[in-house]
T-cell receptor
Framework: GAVVSQHPSWVICKSGTSVKIECRSL??????MFWYRQFPKQSLMLMAT?????????EQGVEKDKFLINHASLTLSTLTVTSAHPEDSSFYIC???????????????FGPGTRLTVT | KNQVEQSPQSLIILEGKNCTLQ??????????LRWYKQDTGRGPVSLTI?????NTKSNGRYTATLDADTKQSSLHITASQLSDSASYIC???????????FGAGTRLFVKA
Protein backbone atom coordinates (compact mmCIF):
# COMPACT_ATOMS: atom_id res chain seq x y z
CA GLY A 1 0.00 0.00 0.00
CA ALA A 2 0.90 3.64 -0.26
CA VAL A 3 3.21 5.08 2.38
CA VAL A 4 2.95 8.36 4.21
CA SER A 5 5.78 9.45 6.47
CA GLN A 6 5.97 12.09 9.17
CA HIS A 7 8.94 13.81 10.68
CA PRO A 8 9.72 14.05 13.47
CA SER A 9 7.98 11.14 15.16
CA TRP A 10 8.15 12.94 18.47
CA VAL A 11 9.28 16.37 19.62
CA ILE A 12 9.59 18.20 22.90
CA CYS A 13 9.71 21.97 22.82
CA LYS A 14 9.53 24.86 25.23
CA SER A 15 6.47 27.02 25.56
CA GLY A 16 6.55 29.95 23.13
CA THR A 17 8.64 28.26 20.48
CA SER A 18 7.48 27.05 17.07
CA VAL A 19 7.56 23.49 15.80
CA LYS A 20 7.36 22.26 12.22
CA ILE A 21 6.03 18.82 11.33
CA GLU A 22 6.54 17.38 7.86
CA CYS A 23 4.25 14.97 6.07
CA ARG A 24 5.36 13.23 2.91
CA SER A 25 3.68 10.84 0.52
CA LEU A 26 6.52 8.55 -0.47
CA UNK A 27 5.24 6.67 -3.48
CA UNK A 28 2.26 8.58 -4.77
CA UNK A 29 1.09 12.08 -5.53
CA UNK A 30 -1.26 13.54 -2.98
CA UNK A 31 -3.45 16.33 -4.24
CA UNK A 32 -5.06 16.64 -0.84
CA MET A 33 -3.54 16.32 2.59
CA PHE A 34 -5.27 16.40 5.93
CA TRP A 35 -4.01 17.27 9.39
CA TYR A 36 -5.56 15.73 12.47
CA ARG A 37 -5.04 16.10 16.18
CA GLN A 38 -5.73 13.30 18.60
CA PHE A 39 -5.89 13.54 22.37
CA PRO A 40 -5.47 10.44 24.54
CA LYS A 41 -8.28 7.93 24.21
CA GLN A 42 -10.13 10.15 21.76
CA SER A 43 -10.73 9.89 18.05
CA LEU A 44 -8.98 11.92 15.42
CA MET A 45 -10.15 15.50 15.02
CA LEU A 46 -9.68 17.12 11.64
CA MET A 47 -7.81 20.39 11.89
CA ALA A 48 -7.44 21.40 8.27
CA THR A 49 -7.49 20.24 4.69
CA UNK A 50 -4.92 21.41 2.20
CA UNK A 51 -4.79 21.10 -1.54
CA UNK A 52 -1.53 21.41 -3.37
CA UNK A 53 -0.84 24.98 -4.37
CA UNK A 54 -3.75 26.55 -2.53
CA UNK A 55 -4.52 27.78 0.96
CA UNK A 56 -5.61 25.30 3.58
CA UNK A 57 -9.19 25.09 4.74
CA UNK A 58 -9.41 25.08 8.52
CA GLU A 59 -12.10 23.47 10.61
CA GLN A 60 -14.15 25.60 12.93
CA GLY A 61 -12.29 26.44 16.10
CA VAL A 62 -8.81 25.86 14.66
CA GLU A 63 -6.68 29.00 14.59
CA LYS A 64 -5.11 29.35 11.17
CA ASP A 65 -2.50 31.80 12.44
CA LYS A 66 -1.40 29.34 15.09
CA PHE A 67 -1.37 26.22 12.95
CA LEU A 68 0.30 27.17 9.69
CA ILE A 69 -0.10 24.67 6.89
CA ASN A 70 1.87 24.67 3.69
CA HIS A 71 1.25 22.20 0.86
CA ALA A 72 3.95 23.28 -1.57
CA SER A 73 4.16 20.10 -3.63
CA LEU A 74 2.22 16.96 -4.42
CA THR A 75 4.31 14.99 -1.95
CA LEU A 76 4.93 17.37 0.94
CA SER A 77 2.81 19.25 3.45
CA THR A 78 4.02 20.92 6.62
CA LEU A 79 2.25 21.92 9.80
CA THR A 80 3.88 24.59 11.92
CA VAL A 81 2.64 25.07 15.45
CA THR A 82 3.54 28.66 16.28
CA SER A 83 4.11 29.94 19.80
CA ALA A 84 3.34 26.52 21.21
CA HIS A 85 1.75 26.18 24.62
CA PRO A 86 1.33 23.12 26.87
CA GLU A 87 -2.29 22.75 25.74
CA ASP A 88 -1.00 22.17 22.21
CA SER A 89 0.60 18.95 23.39
CA SER A 90 -1.05 16.23 21.39
CA PHE A 91 -0.61 13.55 18.76
CA TYR A 92 -0.65 15.10 15.29
CA ILE A 93 -1.43 12.85 12.35
CA CYS A 94 -1.36 13.71 8.68
CA UNK A 95 -3.18 11.92 5.93
CA UNK A 96 -2.82 12.03 2.18
CA UNK A 97 -5.35 11.32 -0.50
CA UNK A 98 -4.01 9.99 -3.74
CA UNK A 99 -4.54 11.84 -6.96
CA UNK A 100 -7.62 10.27 -8.50
CA UNK A 101 -6.89 8.02 -11.40
CA UNK A 102 -9.34 6.11 -13.52
CA UNK A 103 -10.16 2.75 -12.01
CA UNK A 104 -8.43 3.49 -8.71
CA UNK A 105 -10.34 3.50 -5.50
CA UNK A 106 -10.59 6.58 -3.42
CA UNK A 107 -8.21 5.99 -0.55
CA UNK A 108 -6.77 8.01 2.27
CA UNK A 109 -3.45 6.99 3.81
CA PHE A 110 -2.31 8.05 7.25
CA GLY A 111 1.12 8.90 8.52
CA PRO A 112 2.50 7.35 11.72
CA GLY A 113 1.86 10.50 13.74
CA THR A 114 4.00 13.01 15.61
CA ARG A 115 3.88 13.24 19.37
CA LEU A 116 4.28 16.89 20.43
CA THR A 117 5.00 17.75 24.05
CA VAL A 118 5.22 21.39 25.03
CA THR A 119 6.86 22.07 28.38
CA LYS B 1 -26.53 15.69 10.80
CA ASN B 2 -23.75 13.45 9.50
CA GLN B 3 -22.66 11.13 12.28
CA VAL B 4 -20.81 7.85 12.77
CA GLU B 5 -21.43 5.88 15.93
CA GLN B 6 -19.44 2.85 16.98
CA SER B 7 -20.16 0.20 19.55
CA PRO B 8 -19.07 -1.08 21.89
CA GLN B 9 -16.79 1.66 23.18
CA SER B 10 -14.39 -0.98 24.45
CA LEU B 11 -14.19 -4.73 24.40
CA ILE B 12 -12.10 -7.37 26.15
CA ILE B 13 -11.82 -10.85 24.65
CA LEU B 14 -9.62 -13.87 25.10
CA GLU B 15 -7.01 -14.78 22.56
CA GLY B 16 -8.39 -17.07 19.89
CA LYS B 17 -11.97 -15.86 20.23
CA ASN B 18 -13.96 -14.03 17.57
CA CYS B 19 -15.56 -10.62 17.97
CA THR B 20 -17.70 -8.19 16.01
CA LEU B 21 -17.55 -4.42 16.13
CA GLN B 22 -20.46 -2.27 15.00
CA UNK B 23 -20.68 0.99 13.10
CA UNK B 24 -23.89 2.92 12.40
CA UNK B 25 -23.89 6.06 10.30
CA UNK B 26 -26.22 8.78 9.12
CA UNK B 27 -23.91 10.25 6.49
CA UNK B 28 -25.79 11.11 3.32
CA UNK B 29 -25.17 10.92 0.46
CA UNK B 30 -22.88 7.99 1.06
CA UNK B 31 -19.61 7.50 -0.79
CA UNK B 32 -17.55 4.90 1.04
CA LEU B 33 -16.92 3.34 4.43
CA ARG B 34 -13.53 2.39 5.75
CA TRP B 35 -12.30 0.50 8.77
CA TYR B 36 -8.94 1.40 10.25
CA LYS B 37 -6.83 -0.19 12.96
CA GLN B 38 -4.87 2.19 15.15
CA ASP B 39 -2.24 0.92 17.53
CA THR B 40 -1.48 3.11 20.52
CA GLY B 41 0.81 5.95 19.51
CA ARG B 42 0.63 5.11 15.82
CA GLY B 43 -1.31 6.35 12.84
CA PRO B 44 -4.37 4.48 11.55
CA VAL B 45 -3.83 1.67 9.08
CA SER B 46 -6.49 0.81 6.53
CA LEU B 47 -8.18 -2.57 6.87
CA THR B 48 -11.03 -2.39 4.37
CA ILE B 49 -12.81 0.08 2.15
CA UNK B 50 -16.31 -0.47 0.78
CA UNK B 51 -18.50 1.46 -1.57
CA UNK B 52 -22.27 1.43 -1.88
CA UNK B 53 -22.46 -1.73 -3.98
CA UNK B 54 -20.24 -3.87 -1.77
CA ASN B 55 -21.71 -5.98 1.02
CA THR B 56 -18.62 -7.65 2.37
CA LYS B 57 -14.87 -7.28 2.18
CA SER B 58 -12.21 -9.44 3.77
CA ASN B 59 -8.62 -8.76 4.70
CA GLY B 60 -7.09 -11.80 6.32
CA ARG B 61 -8.83 -12.40 9.62
CA TYR B 62 -10.80 -9.17 9.26
CA THR B 63 -14.17 -9.21 7.49
CA ALA B 64 -16.23 -6.07 7.08
CA THR B 65 -19.87 -6.00 6.07
CA LEU B 66 -21.97 -3.12 4.85
CA ASP B 67 -25.73 -2.72 4.70
CA ALA B 68 -26.28 0.54 2.87
CA ASP B 69 -30.04 0.33 3.38
CA THR B 70 -29.86 0.28 7.15
CA LYS B 71 -26.60 2.28 7.17
CA GLN B 72 -24.81 -0.25 9.27
CA SER B 73 -21.41 -1.85 9.04
CA SER B 74 -19.62 -4.44 11.11
CA LEU B 75 -16.05 -5.59 11.45
CA HIS B 76 -15.61 -9.23 12.37
CA ILE B 77 -12.29 -10.43 13.71
CA THR B 78 -11.67 -14.15 13.58
CA ALA B 79 -9.35 -16.09 15.89
CA SER B 80 -8.11 -12.97 17.65
CA GLN B 81 -4.45 -12.51 18.45
CA LEU B 82 -2.73 -10.40 21.08
CA SER B 83 -1.57 -8.08 18.32
CA ASP B 84 -5.18 -7.29 17.49
CA SER B 85 -5.31 -5.14 20.62
CA ALA B 86 -5.87 -1.67 19.22
CA SER B 87 -8.52 0.92 18.44
CA TYR B 88 -10.71 0.20 15.43
CA ILE B 89 -12.10 3.24 13.72
CA CYS B 90 -15.00 3.40 11.29
CA UNK B 91 -14.78 6.25 8.81
CA UNK B 92 -17.56 7.26 6.43
CA UNK B 93 -17.11 9.62 3.52
CA UNK B 94 -19.90 11.51 1.85
CA UNK B 95 -22.35 14.16 2.89
CA UNK B 96 -22.55 17.67 1.55
CA UNK B 97 -19.09 18.87 0.57
CA UNK B 98 -17.76 15.32 0.67
CA UNK B 99 -16.86 15.18 4.31
CA UNK B 100 -15.01 12.40 6.04
CA UNK B 101 -16.65 11.53 9.34
CA PHE B 102 -14.74 9.56 11.96
CA GLY B 103 -16.32 7.31 14.54
CA ALA B 104 -15.01 7.49 18.09
CA GLY B 105 -13.52 4.03 17.74
CA THR B 106 -13.76 0.77 19.62
CA ARG B 107 -10.86 -0.11 21.88
CA LEU B 108 -10.21 -3.84 21.69
CA PHE B 109 -8.15 -5.64 24.29
CA VAL B 110 -7.13 -9.23 23.55
CA LYS B 111 -5.96 -11.12 26.63
CA ALA B 112 -3.92 -14.30 26.79
Amino acid sequence: GAVVSQHPSWVICKSGTSVKIECRSLDFQATTMFWYRQFPKQSLMLMATSNEGSKATYEQGVEKDKFLINHASLTLSTLTVTSAHPEDSSFYICSAREKVRQGRRYEQYFGPGTRLTVT
Amino acid sequence: KNQVEQSPQSLIILEGKNCTLQCNYTVSPFSNLRWYKQDTGRGPVSLTIMTFSENTKSNGRYTATLDADTKQSSLHITASQLSDSASYICVVSGGGGFKTIFGAGTRLFVKA
